[in-house]
């Protein structure tokens, strides 16, 4: 018996009379190509988000068509997790209601999933004409390119609103927010899940109506969803970054002083004295920074029960980790800054003048305090390490099939 395939397509709609018949009939005017490409069934779900005007009743007059409605407007990504819930198909897609998509791509994006996709986004950046205005393509741009970077994977279009999924990559993409950025969420989580994400272009065409897009309200609320919630599987991505740059301005502002004061310079301006402040600050807060995404890390590890995630680029960079360097780290660091400071000290016990001294005792508590700070988060970090690791090797002690028994007879 052949296997049949359902498609659900969900159309959010709110407030949405100028257009919602065009769009709704266009769906379902793809019926017959969906049927070509292998989807035996088109099943069309319209999600009135609170409608105050005439969208519910426009669309509930359309034949073939399930119309669920909200009772209040609870929003975008609320109306599209309403349908995905009552979506009887195993392929589930979506797009809007104000005519931007095209619901003619349905097919292309079907046949891409069936081909052994399990997330297929119509990109709008890809390559396909775009009516897209000049605002929001840079904004898109930027938030494909941020997700690139710390997906260590190339998107082109992170935010678009016309996808087909698999039903059973919701399981792995929820929880997903109520509001627009529910696309952004659903393409880093995908990204982090390692489910398989194909995008085909799509041209764009400008909406129907007015738009409830605010450029500025709601990319700041995208790329807020996009680093928060990679923040919620490979902190060290972000943290470890930042911090690492940090640390790299410290260290050249260090060694421009130093160079200085080699060179007989003794006394600072006030340029002088803020890059002195600079480094500091620079200094700590960056090894903070960068200790606290490795530890964001064994944490993440720990709710997930999943391997550690390693490395900045989406791979290991040192073996064994940075982090089981910690230990010695910190020690020869702290070793370092007791050995300039107990010299320094004695020096000026000795009659050196301040003048000639305060960079090396600057210097020696520097090192003293980042000794100090690696001992710590060495011993925390092994600790975590210790806990992620103890249900595996509880399985290891407990499994009876490594071992054999032998019976000695006297």
């Not at 296997?3 to 019926?31: C, F, M, Q, W």
């Not at 998107?155 to 999924?165: E, K, L, P, Q």
């Not at 994400?197 to 990319?219: Q, T």
């Amino acid at each position: 018996m052949e296997k049949t395939t359902t498609l659900s397509i969900v159309i959010p709609a709110y407030n949405e009379e100028e257009g919602i018949a065009d769009i709704v009939h266009r769906v379902l005017g793809v019926e017959n190509d969906l049927a070509k490409v292998g989807i035996s069934r088109l099943e069309l779900l319209v999600v009135d988000d609170g409608s105050h005007d005439r969208t519910a009743q426009i669309v509930s007059s359309i034949e073939g068509v399930r119309l669920i409605r909200h009772v209040t407007n609870k929003g975008y990504g609320a109306a599209l997790k309403t349908g995905f819930l009552h979506a009887r198909g195993e392929l589930i897609g979506f797009l809007d209601a104000d005519g931007t998509y095209p619901p003619e791509y349905f097919p292309q994006l079907c046949q891409v999933a069936l081909n052994g996709a399990d997330l297929v986004i119509g990109s709008r950046m890809a390559g396909a004409k775009s009516k897209m205005p000049i605002t929001r393509r840079i904004g898109n741009l930027f938030f494909a390119n941020l997700l690139s970077l710390i997906g260590h994977q190339k998107i082109t279009d992170s935010a678009s609103g016309m996808r087909v999924f698999r039903r059973e990559v919701l399981e792995r993409i929820y929880p997903l927010p109520d509001g627009l950025n529910l696309t952004p969420v659903m393409s880093v989580r995908a990204i982090h899940e390692g489910i398989k994400m194909v995008e085909e272009p799509i041209p764009y065409n400008e909406r129907l109506g007015r738009s409830k897009l605010s450029v500025v309200r709601d990319g700041t609320i995208f790329l807020r969803s996009i680093i928060w919630t990679a923040l919620t599987y490979n902190p060290v991505r972000i943290l470890g970054a930042i911090g690492l740059a940090g640390m790299v301005m410290a260290a050249a502002i260090l060694l421009g002083l130093v160079t200085h004061r080699l060179s007989g310079i003794t006394t600072l301006n006030s340029w002088g004295v803020t890059a002195v402040f600079v480094a500091l600050v620079a200094g700590v807060t960056a090894l903070d920074i960068f200790a606290l995404g490795i530890t964001f890390n064994y944490l993440v590890s720990l709710f997930y029960k999943r391997p550690i995630r390693q490395g900045l680029l989406g791979r290991p960079l040192f073996n064994p980790p940075l982090e089981h360097h910690f230990g010695w780290m910190g020690l020869f660091t702290l070793l370092a800054g007791l050995i300039v400071g107990g010299i320094s000290l004695a020096l000026g016990v000795n009659g050196w003048a301040i003048a000639r001294l305060w960079l090396y005792l600057l210097g020696s508590a520097m090192l003293i305090l980042t000794g100090m700070q690696l001992i710590i988060y060495w011993i925390i970090l092994r600790v975590l390490e210790e806990l992620s690791q103890r249900e595996m090797l509880t399985k290891k002690d407990m499994d009876l099939s490594q071992t054999s028994e032998v019976t000695l007879t006297v």
